[in-house]
């Protein structure tokens, strides 16, 4: 239980346009999703907090208008890159927690590798 | 605000030997410890993880770390690896609201 996936897994696109990366919970309701970014050889950057329902909660540095976050269901979020350069090629990881209970767990994503032409 | 030291970016080991990867943090209010593995390409897995309790948490595939308060760490130690065990291990802190903070992570690189 708790499998989260994410699609595609690899995108290659060109620079100025948009990429939509789905994260989705397949047996279990995610009430909160995560999005981090993962720079090579580097840790995982938290992009945003998002709960089912309502508006992303994003850290600071992170464009929201650059990157848009949808949490549409309690089984699904989507990060849009929008007007994607080369610099935001990176390894995009979702996750999903079951509450938001401090000590609620985490199941992540196998990730997105995106690459901007 | 809390921040992860993992010190070693890498750590060769020869198979069979022990090894420990080292973590510690900072934090000025009660954290929850994380140590998760990351294999190429794919996303993290948790490997174990301290709440509450008892210091010595282990995973299920021979990992152990201590939460040592004292000294503000959280070590993953195994007495015997594996070449299945080289991958990236991070380490990780949580307060409130379900915000992980991560360190830059520890390559391990097991060799026959």
């Known amino acids: 239980g708790a499998v989260v996936s994410q699609h595609p897994s690899r995108v290659i696109c060109k620079s100025g346009t948009s990429v939509k990366i789905e994260c989705r919970s397949l047996d279990f309701q995610a009430t909160t999703m995560f999005w981090y970014r993962q720079f090579p050889k580097k840790s995982l950057m938290l992009m945003a907090t998002?709960?089912?329902?309502?508006?992303?909660?994003?850290e600071q540095g992170v464009e929201k208008d650059k990157f848009l976050i949808n949490h549409a269901s309690l089984t699904l979020s989507t990060l849009t890159v929008t007007s994607a350069h080369p610099e935001d090629s990176s390894f995009y990881i979702c996750?999903?927690?079951?509450?938001?209970?401090?000590?609620?767990?985490?199941?992540f994503g196998p990730g997105t590798r995106l690459t901007v032409l | 605000a809390q921040s992860v030291t993992q010190l070693d970016s890498q750590v060769p080991v020869f198979e069979e030997a022990p090894v420990e990867l080292r973590c510690n943090y900072s934090?000025?209010?009660?954290?929850?410890l994380f140590w998760y593995v990351q294999y190429p390409n794919q996303g993290l897995q948790l490997l174990l993880k301290y709440l509450s309790g008892s210091t010595l948490v282990e995973s299920i595939n021979g990992f152990e770390a201590e939460f040592n308060k004292s000294q503000t760490s959280f070590h993953l130690r195994k007495p015997s690896v594996h070449i299945s065990d080289t991958a990236e291990y991070f380490c990780a802190v949580r307060t409130g609201f379900q915000k992980l903070v991560f360190g830059t992570g520890t390559r391990l690189l097991v060799s026959p």
């Open positions: 998002s709960n089912e329902g309502s508006k992303a909660t994003y």
């Open positions: 996750s999903a927690s079951r509450g938001r209970l401090d000590n609620n767990e985490q199941f």
């Open positions: 934090s000025s209010v009660s954290v929850y």
